[in-house]
């Protein structure tokens, strides 16, 4: 076996043969996993706050009433959106729901956050002032058995200009949710109001205020090549997410390298080396073994993402599939991984043949983190905006393109983009690959202090 | 013999720095070779010239009948000075690696890595993993992992550093093994006892410079036989007795003083001591010393071979 398929096997096993590579390569789908499911345990495990509603005096009258009508109505818009979320969710599995199922889940995803109580009979009998006030710091206190205890006391009132304010007495000083339906439904309450003075009828406002317009979008380029459905999305969103597992890939590799080199370096073990291979060989082992360990990880990701959506959403998943294959997104993600991992992986290898210390490392690496969270942010962009100005003429940095490119492939950019910026990547790689090189070759066997002088100086030199 | 290795006016300069001037010497075919000075003398990078890691600056550089040391790697074993192998390999493991990186077939350097540690006394320490071994047991699998492909020359920088007395002779034997089986084998170090002991031949580096080249009875001739002598006698009576060149007093305890008296070429001890007894002098204890490869390295250079020359110590010192 030559030398550098030697290195490289080496380099593979070194990681692969850990337990901690492969628990942090399932660790990541799993938290992914744990993170979505999480957003709905969130949701459905929110408390329900009980609330009581107290109009003082007779100013205020009306107010609690306008207060439980807004807490119904937004009941009714939540569950007419858990109805449209499990419509699609069935949509996308294939597979109509169990109504007894259907029934929980719309249940749950449109459960109220807050419930209004009647008051307690010694609250409501309470005189205002201090004897209310105490009676209603027992209500709120911990020290009220839980059956009994409230999580708001809201006093429903009117400001000198007439207008409803309200103060809320809250169990929990952070907990703002209740402050801000009551100060939602009181802005409700005053436009109605307003607009009555105006001599127009309630019933027109509150139609006009629930009016839904429902608007279609139509588009050439969406798949029926008219009606515009979240279905058409899924390219855009394989795009972007293509681009950030691209970065997550690209990154992960090269910093493996990094400090795989560093170690080696301050091990002494890089002088063995080079005594038995060429400066040459050993850097292309290197990269060579962790881009095998990169691709292991992409497989792995790709395997358990794959699996996953076949089981939970078979509808999109065959989207997905035609997402990569039939726009050639899969051709491009590969070419761009290539392109890019070769860009960074030489490039922080040869750092860290100039470094025996994370410490060392920082002094490069703080600068070259600073560059790669621009496509992190730009990325985001071309979701909504792939052709934006911006996006395009990043597009064309070379340490951009990876990122940039992958996220916009899907929007199909125009021919002289695609070839020029790949091409320009490939050119820009080959030259971090040759500048590398010499790094590498001068950093393995020095010990100056690292810096972008000492660098740069190295470059010149090359051994 | 022929030359395994030839040096012709090699020179190193680090920028402003001169590491190594104008150095030329032989390594004859099955011998061993001490590349002796102190550290920072430039005995490091010239064994990097000669392995091809680094460039030379000027001079010629031929081994095995290549140009660059990279175009016989294969043929040749390098122990570093600063030494690290992979430490959650097992020596087997590592053995294997680095043979297999010399062109011996993984099985084969397997097969061989179990025999040389079976026989260097560390058959236990097999499956063990490198950070679980001690330094010495490391540096024996390093020594082992350089050598296992059999090399027909073998370069081995400041091999006793950091080694016990008892790990030092089990190296020397290793050493002197290598040759036996008709490896060439150049070795650098600045501990004198070594080189005497193992040597066909040395080359004495000082300041980047060959202040010598020879074989060790060669290097012991060019410095002067001494008489040591003990008693209540003053430097200024040894001074003047027949054959003495000159005198050094080594120690001095109630009157008594332990005086280090250098013969000339032609001056024989017994003279000097004839001459001292007839003069009623005061000698308790006498003996007539060899120079050792240490008195050499100093006659020759004026440089103790024990202190740093480096640049790192030069700033250091400053």
């Known amino acids: ?430 030259l971090m690959v040759w500048i590398a090189g010499r790094a590498f070759r001068a950093g393995a066997l020095s010990d100056v202090k690292l810096s972008w002088k000492a660098f740069a100086g190295a470059i010149g030199r090359g051994r | 013999m022929t030359a395994a290795l030839t040096l012709d006016g090699v020179s190193k300069r680090y920028g402003d720095f001169h590491a190594v001037r104008d150095l030329s010497f032989q390594v004859e075919k099955g011998s061993i070779c001490g590349f002796l000075g102190p550290n920072g003398a430039g005995k490091t990078s010239t064994l990097r010239m000669i392995l091809g890691l680094q460039p030379a600056t000027a001079g010629r550089i031929t081994i095995l009948g290549a140009d660059d040391g990279r175009k016989v790697r294969d043929r040749i074993g390098f122990l570093p000075e600063e030494r690290g192998l992979y430490k959650k390999m097992t020596p087997v493991d590592a053995i294997a690696f680095f043979g297999a990186l010399k062109g011996l077939p993984t099985g084969e350097g397997r097969r061989r890595a179990r025999e040389m540690l079976d026989a260097q006394g560390l058959g236990d320490a097999k499956r063990k993993k490198m950070k679980e071994l001690s330094k010495g047991m490391s540096q024996k699998v390093q020594l082992i992992a350089s050598v296992v492909h059999r090399p027909e020359f073998v370069i081995l920088d400041e091999p006793f550093s950091g080694l016990d007395p008892v790990n030092q002779q089990g190296l020397e034997a290793m050493i002197r093994g290598l040759a036996a089986d008709g490896a060439t084998v150049l070795f650098s170090t600045h501990v004198m006892q070594h080189a005497e002991r193992l040597c066909d031949k040395v080359v004495l580096l000082a300041r980047g410079r060959k202040a010598f080249e020879g074989t060790v009875a060669e290097a012991r001739a060019t410095s002067p036989r001494f008489l040591e002598l003990e008693g209540e006698i003053a430097p200024e009576q040894a001074a003047g007795l027949p054959g003495v060149s000159g005198v050094e007093l080594v120690s001095e305890a109630g009157g008594v003083r332990v005086i280090k008296a250098a013969l000339t070429a032609g001056g024989r001890g017994q003279d000097a001591l004839k001459a001292a007894f007839l003069n009623g002098l005061d000698v308790r204890r006498f003996e007539l010393r060899e120079p050792s490869l240490h008195d050499a390295f100093i006659g020759l250079t004026g440089d103790n071979p024990d202190q740093d020359q480096s640049v790192k110590a030069a700033e250091a010192a400053r």
Request: include cysteine.
């Open chain 1, 1 to 430: 076996m030559n030398r550098t398929l030697l290195i490289a096997r080496r380099e593979f096993a070194a990681y692969a043969k850990t337990v901690g590579f492969w628990l942090s390569l399932l660790a990541i789908p799993l938290f992914g996993a744990l993170g979505g499911g999480m957003v709905v345990l969130m949701k459905s495990n929110e408390p329900v706050r009980e609330v009581v509603l107290i109009e003082e005096g007779p100013q205020s009258t009306g107010l609690a009433v306008f207060v439980r009508e807004t807490l119904a109505s937004e009941s009714e818009e939540r569950s007419a959106e858990a109805v449209e979320a499990l419509n699609a969710a069935q949509a996308a599995t294939g597979t109509p729901m169990q109504p007894g199922m259907a029934e929980a889940a719309k249940a749950k995803l449109s459960r109220p956050s807050i419930r209004i109580v009647d008051a307690p009979p010694d609250l409501a009998s309470a005189a205002p002032g201090d004897a209310q006030m105490e009676v209603v710091r027992k209500y709120l206190s911990k020290e009220t058995p839980k059956a009994d205890r409230l999580d708001a006391v809201v006093f429903l009132t009117r400001a000198d200009d007439g207008k409803p304010t309200a103060r809320v007495w809250s169990a929990s000083a952070t907990d703002g949710a209740v402050r801000r339906f009551v100060s939602d439904a009181l802005k409700s309450a005053n436009r109605r109001e307003v607009f009555a003075q105006a001599g127009i009828d309630p019933g027109v406002v509150i139609q006009t205020d629930t009016y839904d317009p429902e608007v279609e979008t139509f588009s050439p380029q969406s798949l029926s090549g008219g009606a515009v459905t979240k279905r058409d999305m899924i390219p855009m969103l394989v795009g972007l997410a293509s681009g950030f597992i691209l970065w997550s890939l690209i990154i992960t590799g090269a910093s493996i390298l990094l400090n795989s080199v560093m170690e080696e370096k301050s091990n002494k073990i890089l002088e063995v080396l080079l005594s038995s291979a060429s400066a040459t060989e050993i850097l292309a082992g290197k990269v060579l073994g962790v881009a095998l360990l990169t691709l292991t990880v992409l497989v792995a990701w790709g395997g358990i993402g794959a699996i996953g959506l076949i089981t939970a959403a078979p509808a999109w998943a065959a989207d997905v599939g035609a997402a990569l294959l039939d726009g050639g997104l899969i051709f491009y993600f590969f070419a761009y991984m290539v392109g890019g991992y070769l860009m960074y992986a030489v490039l922080f290898a040869a750092i860290g043949a100039f470094c025996e210390t994370p410490r060392d490392a920082q002094t490069l690496m703080g600068p070259i983190m600073m560059v790669l969270v621009v496509p992190l942010l730009v990325m985001q962009m071309t979701l909504e905006t792939p052709d934006s100005p911006i996006v395009r003429i990043l597009s064309w940095v070379p340490f951009f393109t990876p990122f940039l490119m992958s996220a916009r492939a899907p929007s199909e950019p125009p021919m002289i983009e695609i070839v020029g910026t790949m091409a320009g990547m490939f050119a820009f790689a080959l």
